[in-house]
């Protein structure tokens, strides 16, 4: 395996990558790890290093890199919904490092998972999705996901019970506390999805989620609320319980891990369930 660095260009800017090229590449498949932010292409404990340099030992070329403004790309800062052109400008610097490629597999973890949604439908290169954690946070799911995942499971905790029977707990004004966050929170939603005219960042995550004919891989880690809301989202929500019901669509539970993997049991097991998912679709694709 050899590592490499890529300059190339996204408008008048100058954006930073790194090539992982296998010597015995036995895919012409590659993956374009796209970082959740704000980090730079190394990610939390150095997870993209790692998983990176695990995929193409395996025979897997992969490409990470830096959206204007990180690490060491030049350019603005932007938000995770502002990307597309960023990603696009890194797809095609994979290509043209390596010609032999007839396909990319987009790999995000949380808001980097939500940017690839929203860019693998406009692309036809794109030949996978392999999302973790996706961000589709509002202030309403936010509040819901803590009453469901969190306040319900103190009842079940001893040192809950402790402080209710020692006085160090007012239930009844607790509850009025939270009913009046998820109702304020509600609201917000409401109002910041009525002030946006193209729909929300969530709307165009499941536009393209429906608009690609792509196989994809969700990764949910079972001790992280973010892997949660999402998948509260798609159990209440009638279009988004559809398009993750596809056949082509694959979810799979992290078990034992957190946001981002941060033990290395973790992030084996997650690489582990990539490699075989790639496997198994590239060799369905033919490619």
Same mark, same amino acid.
């Given at each position: 395996m050899s590592e490499r660095a890529l300059s190339f260009r996204c408008g008048p800017?100058?954006?930073?990558?790194?090539?992982?090229?296998?010597? *015995?590449?036995?895919t012409k498949t590659g993956v374009l790890i796209i970082v959740g932010g704000p980090q730079y292409r190394v990610g939390s404990h150095r997870?993209?290093?790692?998983?990176?340099?695990?995929?193409?030992e395996r025979g897997c070329p992969v490409m990470r890199f830096d959206y204007r403004g990180m690490g060491d790309s030049d350019g603005a800062v932007r938000t995770f919904d502002a990307v597309s052109a960023d990603?696009?400008?890194?797809?095609?610097?994979?290509?043209?490092?390596?010609? &032999?490629?007839?396909g990319v597999v987009l790999w995000g973890l949380?808001?980097?998972?939500?940017?690839a949604l929203m860019y693998c439908g406009d692309d036809a290169r794109v030949k996978g999705v392999i999302i973790a954690n996706p961000?589709? *946070?509002?202030?309403?799911?936010?509040?819901r996901t803590y009453l469901k995942h969190y306040y319900l499971q103190?009842?079940?905790?001893?040192?809950?019970?402790?402080?209710?029977?020692?006085?160090?707990?007012?239930?009844a004004k607790s509850a009025r506390e939270i009913s009046a966050s998820v109702a304020t929170a509600s609201r917000?939603? &409401?109002?910041?999805?009525?002030?946006?005219?193209?729909?929300?960042?969530?709307?165009?995550?499941? &536009?393209?989620?429906k608009a690609t004919d792509a196989p994809v891989l969700v990764l949910l880690s079972d001790r992280d609320l973010t892997a949660r809301e999402f998948s509260d989202l798609c159990a209440r929500d009638r279009k988004w319980k559809s398009a993750i019901g596809r056949s082509r669509v694959r979810v799979v539970s992290v078990t034992d891990a957190d946001h981002t993997f941060s033990?290395?049991?973790?992030?084996?097991?997650?690489?582990?369930?990539?490699?075989t998912w790639l496997e198994q679709a590239v060799r369905a694709s033919g490619k």
């Open positions: 800017d100058s954006l930073i990558g790194i090539l992982h090229e296998s010597p *015995r590449a036995t997870q993209f290093v790692l998983m990176a340099r695990s995929l193409a990603i696009r400008a890194a797809v095609d610097a994979f290509f043209n490092a390596q010609p &032999n490629l007839s949380c808001d980097g998972a939500s940017a961000w589709v *946070r509002t202030a309403e799911s936010e509040a103190r009842l079940m905790q001893g040192s809950f019970w402790r402080k209710l029977l020692t006085g160090g707990f007012n239930p917000a939603s &409401n109002e910041t999805a009525a002030a946006s005219p193209d729909g929300s960042y969530i709307d165009r995550m499941l &536009n393209g989620l033990t290395r049991a973790a992030l084996d097991k997650a690489t582990e369930h990539c490699a």
